[in-house]
């Protein structure tokens, strides 16, 4: 099933017309404090239940959904994941946030945090590091370790779906209370 998408400019023209325009950022809650489209609303991709999500909708059920993310890979995978719920009418976010940034649009801006991307990569390449040098000081077996987390690797490329993302992602550092999600503008 393909899934709609809209560029930012084209979103940024829906909300100055004044249309009632949905938008759900489906990224981290540390991501989404760090820098977010100022109308959205942050609804983790691990956390969607698109069945109980729609019969909760703020808008009217014949208005699109859209669906931002980073740079539009997770906000696609939100959209399919709405459609399998049976609801056709989402529409993914062209670029994410980056391209939303890179428009020069308003955006809030937040504390930083080191992004989940570079978390995984630094998590997978200390593993990786830690199996050969255990491998080579204490015993062969520890390669394993390299050899699991480089098939990990290999699984996430060909799914687009990252499980050390996943677990990174509900670590406490990577934990927001609402009232940690005040920002500033630009």
């Not at 809650?29 to 942050?42: G, M, Q, S």
């Not at 939303?100 to 955006?107: H, R």
């Amino acid at each position: 099933m393909s899934v709609a998408t809209i560029s930012v400019q084209e979103l940024a023209s829906l909300f100055e017309a004044g249309d009632a325009v949905e938008l759900i950022d489906v990224r981290t809650p540390t991501e989404f404090r760090e820098i977010h489209v100022p109308t959205a609303r942050n609804i983790p991709l691990d956390t969607i239940q698109p069945s109980e999500f729609l019969q909760a909708r703020s808008v009217p059920p014949d208005k699109p959904l859209y669906l931002i993310c980073r740079s539009g890979a997770r906000s696609a995978q939100a959209c399919q994941m709405f459609q399998q719920a049976g609801f056709s009418n989402v529409v993914n976010v062209e670029g994410g946030t980056l391209a939303w940034n890179e428009a020069n649009l308003t955006i809030k801006l937040g504390k930083k945090a080191i992004s989940l991307e570079r978390q995984v990569r630094i998590a997978t390449g200390s593993l990786v590091v830690a199996g050969v040098i255990l491998g080579y000081i204490v015993h062969p077996y520890f390669l394993g370790i390299s050899a699991l987390v480089g098939g990990g690797l290999v699984y996430s490329g060909i799914t687009d779906s990252c499980l050390m993302g996943m677990l990174l992602a509900k670590m406490p550092w990577n934990q927001v209370s609402q009232q940690g999600v005040s920002c500033g503008s630009r």
